[in-house]
C-alpha cells in the first residue's frame, strides 16, 4: 500500500515515515513495485518514462509534469493532458478523471462545461 502524503510525498506502508518520492501530484504503482508519479508544470520531471532510482529511499520511479492524471491498464499507464484530454485510443475525449477496473475495462468522467455531475464513460 502506497499513499500520497499532504506534504506531496509518496510514502509506502512497511515505512510510513519514508518518503518514496516527493514533488507528486498524482500516482500510480506498476505490480514490480516502480512509481509513475505526476507532478506540477512548475515541478522539474523527465517526461521520458526512464526510471531512476531515488538516491535516499531507493525506490524506482519515474515522474511526467506534461500529464494531469493517469490510471494504469496491465501495468501501462494511461495520461490525461492538463487540458483533459485523453490519449487517442479513447477519442481524445475530454475527461476529468479516469480510472481501470479490475476486468482492464477503462472508466472515466467525461467533462462538460458548467456541470453539476459529469456523465459517465466507460471502454
Known amino acids: 500500500m502506497y499513499f500520497l502524503g499532504v506534504d506531496e ?3 509506502g506502508s512497511n515505512d510510513i515515515t519514508k518518503k518514496l518520492v516527493c514533488d507528486v501530484t498524482d500516482f500510480e504503482v506498476r505490480v514490480d513495485g ?23 529511499s531507493m525506490a524506482w520511479y519515474t515522474k511526467y509534469n506534461i500529464y494531469k492524471a493517469l490510471t494504469l491498464v496491465r501495468d501501462e499507464p494511461i495520461f490525461i493532458t492538463h487540458n483533459n484530454t485523453a490519449p487517442q485510443e479513447y477519442n481524445f475525449e475530454s475527461i476529468v478523471s479516469i480510472s481501470a477496473g479490475i476486468d482492464s475495462s477503462i472508466w472515466a468522467l467525461q467533462f462538460v462545461p458548467n456541470a453539476t455531475d459529469f456523465p459517465l464513460l466507460k471502454w
Open 34 to 56: 516502480k512509481i509513475i508519479a505526476l507532478t506540477d508544470p512548475s515541478k522539474q520531471a523527465d517526461n521520458d518514462g526512464v526510471y531512476r532510482q531515488d538516491s535516499v
Open 9 to 11: 510525498c509518496v510514502y
